[in-house]
């Protein structure tokens, strides 16, 4: 019996680990003009503005 579960356990975790999905990650080029609403973002953050970067990220 603890054989089976053994074998069960390793066998999900093998198929689990083995259907996420891999390879690179779909990234797209920024515009100009997400670039400078990234910026702007990321300026009121560090100014520890975060209701004011919110809605721009």
């Given amino acids: 019996m603890k054989k089976l579960f053994v074998v069960i356990s390793i ?5 689990s680990a ?3 999905k891999s390879g690179q990650p779909n ?3 920024l515009t100009k ?3 400078k609403k990234l910026e ?3 300026y009121f953050y560090s100014e520890e503005n975060y ?3 919110l ?3």
Avoid: M
């Avoid at 066998?11 to 198929?15: G, K, Q, Y």
């Fill in 11 to 15: 066998l999900f975790v093998f198929l």
């Fill in 18 to 20: 083995s259907a996420q």
């Fill in 27 to 29: 990234l797209k080029k």
């Fill in 33 to 35: 003009e997400e670039i």
């Fill in 40 to 42: 702007n973002a990321e």
């Fill in 51 to 53: 209701l004011r970067a």
């Fill in 55 to 57: 809605p721009i990220y």
